[in-house]
């Protein structure tokens, strides 16, 4: 090879490296249903007749290491500043559920509360597919004073296109609404029939 095409292909590569960004990707702290997701709309008459369930969320925290590190997409970090901002408006797209009505301020005559602990939350690459990850764990009290925990995981799993911003963010919207879909059906199940 000689000295020329070896410099053309240097200067190829280096112009090629400089198009690929390694600035962060920033996560804004709010949860966009994806659309066709697994809620009903607030119109549809879902209880039959049945008394709405009053929820409380009575704390939401993040008690993940790094609460700002959302993992990675291709060489660019992915950050948060409000994680349990984020947590806090998944859970109120839960409102959209007309068998429960879920309040942030705690009204002391709740059917069910909730403490909601962010486990994890990250993304991350293998060749050409992504894999995005968020787990909450859940502690219910019932009305009688009835006590349980849950674990719930979403996910995401599907092609990284370009390890672009849309895609990434989009992804940890998707696995949000798949363990969102799980936390509406099992608050269901635990408020009075």
Request: aromatic share 6%; glycine share 8%; hydrophobic share 35%.
């Amino acid at each position: 090879m000689s000295a020329g095409t070896i410099g053309r292909s240097a200067a190829l590569v280096a112009l090629v490296l400089a198009g690929c960004s390694t600035t962060p990707i920033p996560m804004a702290p709010n949860f966009t249903p994806p659309r066709g997701s697994n809620w009903p709309d607030r119109d549809v008459d879902m209880h039959s007749g049945k008394a709405v369930c009053h929820v409380d969320v009575t704390a939401v925290t993040d008690i993940r290491p790094d609460p700002q590190s959302m993992g990675k997409s291709g060489v660019r970090s992915v950050l948060m500043t409000g994680s349990t901002d984020w947590v806090r408006s998944g859970l109120d797209s839960l409102n959209r559920d007309a068998r429960i009505k879920l309040s942030e301020t705690p009204t002391g005559a709740a059917d069910l509360s909730l403490a909601v602990e962010l486990v994890k939350a990250y993304t991350m690459n293998i060749t050409t597919e992504r894999s995005t990850n968020v787990v909450f764990r859940v502690r219910f009290t019932g009305k009688d004073g009835a006590k349980s925990e849950q674990v719930y995981r979403g996910e995401y799993e599907g092609n990284n296109w370009s390890n672009g911003e849309g895609e990434t963010l989009d992804s940890f919207d998707d696995a949000l609404a798949h363990l969102l879909a799980n936390l509406d059906h099992d608050i269901v199940a635990r408020c009075p029939k």
